[in-house]
């Protein structure tokens, strides 16, 4: 059985079909890429999983469970943070903790908010509020507030996409240090049971779809967009950025992924005026 399984999903907003016979089964501890154009569906699919919309048809199992609503076993990272601006740094993770750890103590639940603050590189900034801080550090909350809640699948709708190119690519290479940390880190082994978080990830961005994921799921246009093919990334882990772009796999999946998006699923030219 699919850790999460997606099947014969179709997606209606009134008369218009946003998505239609969508199916993917997503590995437990796997990286799943979805890209594609905008009106492609790739949020509204990523919105069905996290339980904030259901299907008009199909359904969606995670552990053999249809989702019907949001839930703690779902981790959601939007693209504009999501923080409340009123508490600090610190209080904004520790609030995602004390709602899903209430067996844990107050000590406890303090030792997993701090944890996940020096991971993503923000202890010493705990006290500022969101108003204080970068856009990149406001990214950087939000993912330590996910990771520290535990949940089974973590779904991130591109999260790096309204930051500058270098806090991008800083960005990826600390979800990646943290997702290949779990089986070495023992603080993390223990929370997380030793298996690596289930990752669903947005974006527009080939080089990062290719750099994060195991495989790679590719939007047709819409309307009654679906998957059009999945790809492998025959990459090695621990990956290398820069070893990355050297690797001749690397520029295959790469060729192939731009010949989908820009010859077979390539967006209509807009309509002159008559």
């Given at each position: 059985m699919?850790?999460?399984?997606?099947s014969g999903?179709?997606?209606?907003?009134?008369h218009?079909?946003a998505?239609e016979?969508?199916?993917?089964?997503?590995?437990?501890?796997e990286?799943?890429?979805?890209?594609?154009?905008?009106?492609?569906?790739?949020?509204?699919?990523?919105?069905?999983?996290a339980g904030?919309?259901?299907p008009?048809k199909?359904e969606?199992?995670l552990?053999?469970?249809?989702i019907?609503?949001?839930?703690?076993?779902?981790?959601v990272?939007?693209?504009?943070?999501s923080l409340?601006p009123?508490?600090?740094?610190y209080q904004?993770?520790?609030?995602?903790v004390?709602?899903?750890h209430?067996e844990?103590?107050?000590?406890?639940?303090?030792?997993?908010?701090?944890?996940f603050?020096?991971?993503?590189?923000?202890?010493?900034?705990r006290?500022?509020?969101?108003?204080e801080i970068?856009?990149?550090?406001?990214q950087?909350?939000?993912l330590?507030?996910?990771?520290?809640?535990?949940?089974?699948i973590l779904?991130?709708?591109?999260?790096?996409?309204?930051?500058?190119?270098?806090?991008?690519?800083?960005?990826q290479d600390?979800?990646l240090?943290?997702?290949?940390?779990?089986l070495?880190d023992s603080?993390?082994?223990a929370i997380?049971?030793?298996?690596?978080?289930?990752?669903?990830?947005v974006?527009h961005?080939v080089?990062?779809?290719?750099?994060l994921?195991?495989?790679?799921?590719?939007?047709s246009?819409g309307?009654?967009?679906?998957i059009?093919?999945?790809?492998e990334?025959?990459?090695?882990?621990p990956?290398?950025r820069?070893?990355?772009?050297?690797n001749?796999a690397?520029?295959?999946?790469?060729?192939e992924?731009?010949?989908?998006?820009?010859?077979v699923?390539?967006p209509?030219p807009?309509?002159?005026p008559?």
């Open positions: 699919a850790f999460l399984n997606i999903v179709q997606k209606r907003f009134g218009y079909t998505l016979n969508v199916n993917l089964q997503v590995r437990e501890g990286v799943i890429a979805l890209i594609g154009h905008s009106g492609s569906g790739k949020s509204t699919l990523l919105a069905m999983i904030l919309t259901r008009t199909g969606i199992l552990e053999g469970q249809p019907r609503s949001p839930g703690p076993d779902r981790g990272v939007f693209q504009n943070y409340l009123w508490l600090s740094v904004n993770v520790r609030v995602g004390d709602s899903v209430r844990l103590t107050d000590a406890e639940r303090a030792r997993i908010t701090e944890k603050l020096r991971i993503v590189g923000l202890w010493e900034h006290h500022k509020k969101p108003g970068s856009g990149g550090m406001k950087r909350t939000a330590a507030r996910a990771l520290a809640t535990n949940p089974k779904l991130l709708d591109e999260p790096f996409g309204a930051l500058d190119a270098l806090t991008r690519t800083n960005l600390e979800l240090k943290v997702w290949d940390s779990t070495e603080f993390l082994r997380w049971g030793g298996q690596r978080k289930t990752i669903l990830l974006t961005d080089e990062e779809a290719i750099y994921s195991d495989r790679i799921a590719v939007m246009n309307p009654a967009a679906t059009g093919k999945v790809v990334v025959p990459l090695p882990r990956r290398n820069r070893e990355m772009l050297q001749r690397y520029l295959e999946v790469k060729e992924l731009l010949h989908l998006l820009t010859v699923y390539a209509e807009p309509r002159k008559a």
